[in-house]
């Protein structure tokens, strides 16, 4: 429509709220992942082990199964057995993150795009978040609400004493789930903000988990002490996994050093998605 003819009106339609533009980034992100086959596919294979598992809480309870078997001294449902679903699914959501987060900020930097959402009632705080919750609803969707489900079924059908004295086991799957998600987030758009060829940041994600593990593990043979672990990210996540399961920790890891370690991870992406999320930027030839 032409200006002057000055027919044009404002936008009279409802408004989003504030709090939840952020998941508007999420919406337009989700219909890319809806049209690739392979991601579809993955997810699917993520519940998988969900229901092996709750199949295995189920056994102790049918009476074929323990006429059969002795099912309940072969399995035990506690706080190892959980400890051990959210290992099996944080591994997967580390490889599904390896895969979606490359794209998340590098095409939007490729293209220049951030002067299109911030010339809007869009934040950088929301723009983080929001690109954070395109992963942070899928890492959950295959982490801590089946996790959370199978310990409600769990409770279930051992009864309230079994759900009151284990409670902690709920709150250690939906805490420690949470601190993995966080972090395999942040350090996911940091890679993507810094590194624009999606196959380069995936493998930076890849070297910053696998490749620290072994540089930190060489540090404590090396100098003969646990702290050269505190580089090793999955070392970190379990002695906080195995502290919040209440599980003998093994890795010689203190949690508060292991939370601490994370914590400067976590600081470290917020710093380098700092200084590339911006409305312009400057070159200096």
């Not at 059908?157 to 998600?181: C, D, H, K, P, Q």
């Not at 810094?194 to 490749?211: D, M």
């Not at 939370?259 to 998605?273: F, I, K, N, R, T």
């Amino acid at each position: 429509m032409a200006v002057y003819k000055r027919g044009y009106e404002g936008y009279q339609g409802k408004l989003t709220p504030e709090w939840s533009r952020f998941l508007v980034i999420a919406r337009q992100a989700y219909r890319r992942v809806l049209d690739s086959k392979l991601m579809i596919t993955f997810l699917v294979l993520s519940f998988v082990p969900p229901a092996v598992y709750a199949v295995l809480i189920y056994l102790p309870h049918n009476a074929g199964a323990l006429q059969i078997f002795n099912i309940r001294k072969l399995l035990s449902i506690d706080a190892s057995f959980f400890y051990h679903f959210i290992a099996t699914q944080g591994f997967l959501a580390f490889v599904l993150t390896a895969f979606l987060g490359p794209g998340l900020i590098s095409a939007d930097l490729a293209n220049n795009a951030l002067p299109l959402y911030f010339c809007r009632p869009f934040s950088r705080a929301e723009y983080v978040v929001g690109k954070m919750s395109v992963l942070a609803i899928l890492l959950s969707a295959i982490t801590w609400i089946p996790g959370l489900l199978l310990f409600a079924f769990q409770s279930y059908l051992e009864g309230f004493t079994w759900f009151r004295e284990n409670f902690y086991i709920g709150s250690a799957l939906f805490l420690g789930s949470w601190i993995w998600i966080v972090l395999l987030s942040l350090l996911a758009l940091a890679m993507s903000a810094w590194v624009k060829w999606k196959l380069a940041a995936g493998a930076l994600i890849v070297a910053s988990v696998f490749v620290t593990a072994g540089f930190g593990e060489a540090m404590a043979n090396m100098l003969h002490t646990e702290s050269g672990g505190l580089i090793n990210i999955l070392k970190d996540m379990d002695a906080v996994w195995f502290s919040l399961f209440r599980l003998t920790n093994n890795t010689g890891l203190a949690f508060e050093s292991a939370v601490g370690a994370l914590v400067a991870v976590s600081g470290l992406c917020l710093y380098l998605l700092s200084r590339k999320i911006r409305a312009y930027e400057v070159e200096r030839s």
